[in-house]
């Protein structure tokens, strides 16, 4: 009979809770009438102080990037270098992210030092950059190492990134995750 007012309390204390602008401290305090209020000041003088409990804000999961096979096997995921949008290859086989050199120019990359870098198809001559803001999925890094390199068909997610994350693999999906 009397459970409309009861649900729309509970909704409103929900609501209420859920506010980002709600107080560090909660009052529960009971009026004269019995009827239990709910405050961030202290109960009144005319009313009775049930409890008090302070806020806790909750941890916030851990974010974790799915990812699911490719028919040939592989494992794509969006990314941004600088602010260049792309889409990386997850190679656990290459020992750092690699990118192709017009991506690289795009993203305003200067080649540093050039280096000998060993691919499928043999020795290729590349160049050391550094990329400040690096993205993939949910995670973003600051001053990534990377070579750029001439020829390469695709951006690769190397072991330089991918060994600072948990990496799980399961029936065609690969689980990135903060360590």
């Given at each position: 009979?009397?459970?409309?007012?009861?649900?729309?309390?509970?909704?409103?204390?929900?609501?209420?809770?859920?506010?980002?602008?709600?107080?560090?401290?909660?009052?529960?305090?009971?009026?004269?009438?019995?009827?239990?209020?709910?405050?961030s000041s202290p109960c009144p003088n005319d009313a009775e102080a049930i409890s008090d409990w302070t806020v806790t804000t909750k941890a916030r999961p851990p974010e974790i990037l799915n990812l699911v096979q490719d028919g040939s096997g592989h494992y794509s995921v969006p990314g941004q270098v600088n602010d260049q949008t792309l889409s990386f290859i997850v190679d656990t086989g290459a020992s750092m992210v690699s990118l192709p050199e017009q991506v690289a120019r795009a993203a305003n990359l200067t080649c540093g030092e050039k280096?000998?870098?060993?691919?499928?198809?043999?020795?290729?001559?590349?160049?050391?950059?550094?990329?400040?803001?690096?993205?993939?999925?949910?995670?973003?890094?600051?001053?990534?190492?990377?070579?750029?390199?001439?020829?390469?068909?695709?951006?690769?997610?190397?072991?330089?990134?991918?060994?600072q994350f948990k990496i799980a693999q399961d029936k065609g999906e690969m689980h990135i995750s903060a360590r």
């Open positions: 009979m009397h459970k409309l007012p009861f649900y729309c309390l509970n909704l409103l204390l929900m609501l209420w809770f859920s506010h980002p602008a709600w107080a560090d401290k909660i009052y529960k305090c009971k009026d004269q009438k019995g009827i239990l209020i709910y405050s280096v000998n870098i060993q691919t499928a198809n043999g020795t290729a001559e590349a160049c050391r950059v550094v990329i400040p803001n690096f993205k993939f999925g949910p995670f973003t890094l600051k001053d990534v190492a990377a070579v750029a390199a001439p020829n390469l068909a695709m951006p690769l997610l190397g072991m330089n990134v991918l060994q």
